[in-house]
């Protein structure tokens, strides 16, 4: 396969992962708040390393896990609408076993 | 100053923050902790950015939350321990500002 | 109207609201919980008007706590089964406004 | 022994029980707080018997759940203040122990 046909096999794949997963209309969205949220763990790392007062560093890990929790939250809230509903909507079985999932899921974030 | 100097000078202002804020004796375990949580952050990022299910994205976030909130507990213990037993056994006022402090801290970490 | 008729008006009202809010099924497993919930808040006061050991006051909050979790996260998979599923299926804009609501309903529960 | 002796007694082992446990100068704030939260308890019972709408069953029980958590923080900040700190200051081998314990009780509550 040519470099060409790879990539554009790679596109029709994700063109297809996004009708199924569907959270890609906020996906440069998610990864800037990833990005953040990759730096404030590397921060935390720094601090440990450079022995800041521990209370600093203690707000610094409670303001990451609220960040986190959005993430979450934001994910969970897209999984809904578009995978739990359109399975829900097309009426096969599979509505019932998403959402087991999706309430499983949601119950480990509450008590993570 | 020589690079000598400011090196021992370093040197120095580490020993007296590690007299002062106490933790050092597990720094290295924290520190290994911690590589292990950016780990886990650049592995959601990537995971947002292949698109994986959203779901699995979701248990990682549970798994990260979990061991930030270990690490957190880990540091408070260490604090209370260290800086707040020390300011007590040493009898000025600055135990109860202290203490102050490390409840706001145990507060934000209960609330996030 | 009787009280004959009063009380099968009543009923037919429950039977209506039963088919909206649909966790009827299991209604008498909730209110057994909710009724041992009560006795735990009321053992609680009774520890703190005894003068109870304060860690064992915290050990028999962080118990309710998580009783409670425990029946949020049923309702909310009773609430999203029912109420959101068939909001979805029955084809409406309705299944929107639902998902809305109970995704704040989760974020609430996630931050408290 | 008389009814006046034994209320004597009692009032003479509340006092100690009070000198060692330390919360009893808010004891009424607390008490006054735990009954508000009997209410909300019997409240969400009362919801889910009259099958109220799920979302504002949801909110009642994160209400709950906040205070719960205040109550619980505040009991806490007190044992540390009083108990804790007391025991560092009297410098035996106390502290130690009653410190392991009051972070055994924050990991709980942050993990409920």
Redesign the interface.
Known sequence: MSEHEHVADRVAE?AE??AH????SD?ER??AR??R??GQ??G??RM??E?????D???Q??????A??A???G???????H???DA??S?GPD??AK?????A????????
């Open positions: 994700r992962e996004h997963h569907g959270y890609i996906k998610y990864l990833l990005r949220i990759e763990a590397r935390i790392s440990v390393d022995e800041k007062y521990c209370i560093i203690l707000t890990i409670s303001a990451l896990t609220s986190l929790e993430v979450a939250l994910l969970l809230d897209d999984h809904l609408k995978c739990v509903l829900a909507r009426g509505a019932e959402l087991a999932e999706a309430s899921a949601i119950a480990r974030l509450v008590r993570s």
